[in-house]
């Protein structure tokens, strides 16, 4: 019933539409200054990770399989995240203000916060995952006020060839 509401609800969407905005435009701004100032380097954060890794109240490494994926190949392609961290922060950022592609959107800033979670970092993530589950798990109804009400009945029509995706019974 809650997911109904939360994924066909006209009402619903304009809610959906304010917490997209909000989540979208501190993902934008995030990466866009990161972008701007052309300096942004995640060696730091990522040695800082590996030195000081989440513990248990006994003391030991909560995420080891985590530390050992920042060790054996982010921390040597590093690189790699100097650009798509601060581009993924921005495209995520443009897609949840723009409505277009809005469950992509979601679902690439969650796997963000994840990783810095993951990495130790708390602030604002535990409100960011939960405000993009919420985008997450209403689907379409997320960007029905925005780009995806044209986009997505495009995918369907030319990539997916009309076909309707198969509805979930409860």
């Keep these: 019933m809650f997911m109904n509401l939360l994924r066909e609800n006209k009402i619903v969407a304009g809610i959906l ?3 997209r905005l909000y989540l979208g435009y501190a993902w ?3 990466g866009l200054g990161k972008i ?6 995640a060696s730091g954060f990522l040695g800082n990770a590996v030195a000081n890794p989440v513990k248990g109240p006994d003391g030991s490494v909560v995420y080891a399989w985590y ?21 993924g922060e921005t495209l995520v950022g443009l897609g949840l203000m723009l409505g277009c592609l809005t469950t992509a959107a979601a679902f690439f800033g969650l796997v963000m916060n994840f990783s810095f979670f993951l990495a130790g970092t708390v602030s604002h993530i535990p409100t960011d995952l939960f405000l993009g589950f919420i985008i997450l798990a209403a689907g379409y109804n997320a960007g029905r ?3 995806d009400r044209w986009v997505v009945p ?8 009309g076909k309707e995706p198969a509805k979930q019974h409860a």
């Design 17 to 19: 539409t304010i917490l």
């Design 28 to 30: 934008f701004t995030a």
């Design 36 to 41: 701007q100032s052309g300096a942004f380097n």
């Design 67 to 87: 530390v050992k994926f920042l060790e054996s190949f982010a921390i040597p392609n590093v690189d790699i995240f100097n650009f798509i961290v601060p581009w």
């Design 145 to 147: 006020i925005g780009l």
């Design 154 to 161: 495009f995918i369907r029509k030319t990539v997916l060839k």
